[in-house]
């Protein structure tokens, strides 16, 4: 394949997603929220802080990290 091809298949793509994301922007949305709630429990894994513990319930449920 080449570069041209590989090029404008690439902008198809990207105008495909562009147009999807804009008429789901619900499904967009939820998609993040995911990511980022999975983000923030490997935070707390990795900085082993864990929601129960008396730092956050004294903090309602929020510990700085």
Known sequence: ????????????????????????PDKVRAANEKYWLKKAEELKAVAGIHSNTPETKKNGGTVNV
């Open 1 to 24: 394949m080449s570069e041209y091809a590989r090029e404008k298949q690439l902008q198809k793509k990207r105008e495909y997603y562009r147009k999807w994301r804009a008429e789901n």
